[in-house]
């Protein structure tokens, strides 16, 4: 084989490992813009070594995780400042079914099951930056704690009792998840009854102690602060929607692997709404309106 032809072939290795690393950056960072980052940052690294390094590498996949996963890690240790600075409430940039992605390259595109949630994924949140890294990389991507401790820079041990706290948050914020199509109905039931502006409709659908909590960024207007109780919430819908454009609609689609809805303006995106809900009952509402989280969802 032609040394030109090995290097393509091992251009070809290196970059299908994207995927992976977008999944995984996602999961660590709640945010889709700064894990292109990472992956961007990973893979200049890579390039940045001589082609001996490189060839002296066995795993270049575990290597690009290892890289990866570290520069997460410092940039959860920053997190927390920056969402300080952060207008109004953060929430997890919003991901569509892999189908439904109106930009970015199919590598790209976050595969969906249960760790991606937001539910799951305002959990995380919660999680001090090297509990997170553990557990993500343990429960979600299977591995070893020895590979763990090695990212993380703490002990096998260290590491296995970081992922046991996190374990401990995730269960303790999960009620008995409703079945899908259940959820889909419930779903469906709240956009009918906000279209219709039945107040009673939607306070027949929100626990009596439901949050909804909106992020516009300070690019657009949102609830400075979460709003909490069933009246008081769906009086806060039913006035959005009175104040709605007549040419504002609202669609059934798969937010984070759960069904959600999307309001759009003119065929733009302009809100996606993601639920939490516990038997047959809405007990969490995050309405992201931030129009730079909503690039996969809009077009141009």
């Known amino acids: ?94 991901v ?3 189908s439904e992605w109106v930009t970015a390259d199919p590598a790209d595109r976050v595969t969906l099951d249960e760790s ?19 557990f993500v990389l343990h429960d979600v991507f299977r591995y070893s704690f020895a ?5 993380v820079g703490r002990s096998p041990a260290a590491c296995r009792q970081l992922a046991s706290s996190a374990r401990r948050r995730i269960d303790a914020s999960q009620a008995p998840p409703a079945p899908p199509a259940k959820r889909a109905d419930i779903v469906r039931g709240f956009k009918e009854a906000w279209e219709t502006k039945d107040i009673n409709a939607l306070i ?35 006035d959005l929607a009175r104040r709605a454009p007549g040419n504002m609609t609202f669609l059934e689609r798969t937010v984070n692997g759960q069904p959600g809805l999307v309001a759009q303006q003119d065929g733009a995106t302009v809100a996606v709404l993601a639920f939490d809900i516990a038997e047959d009952r809405i007990t969490r509402i995050w309405a992201v309106l931030n129009p730079e989280k909503l690039r996969p969802w809009t077009a141009g």
């Open 96 to 98: 569509p079914e892999p």
């Open 116 to 134: 991606v949630s937001m539910a799951f994924l305002v959990v995380l949140e919660s999680m001090t930056p090297a509990e997170r890294v553990a």
């Open 204 to 238: 027949g659908l929100l626990d009596p102690a439901v949050t909804a909590t909106g992020d516009g960024g300070g690019l657009v207007t949102a609830a400075p602060r979460p709003i909490g109780g069933n009246e008081h919430v769906a009086q806060y819908f039913i």
């Open 147 to 151: 590979e763990v401790a090695e990212i």
């Open 1 to 94: 084989m032609s040394t030109q032809s090995e290097a393509g072939d091992s251009l070809s290795a290196i970059m299908r490992e994207r995927r992976q690393l977008i999944n995984l950056a996602y999961r660590l960072l709640g945010s889709l813009a700064d894990a292109e980052d990472v992956v961007q940052e990973t893979y200049a690294r890579w390039y940045a070594m001589s082609p001996q390094q490189r060839k002296a590498i066995d795993s270049p996949g575990a290597w690009l995780t290892r890289v990866a996963s570290r520069v997460c890690l410092d940039l959860l240790g920053s997190a927390r400042m920056r969402r300080e600075r952060y207008v109004g409430q953060w929430i997890p940039e919003p």
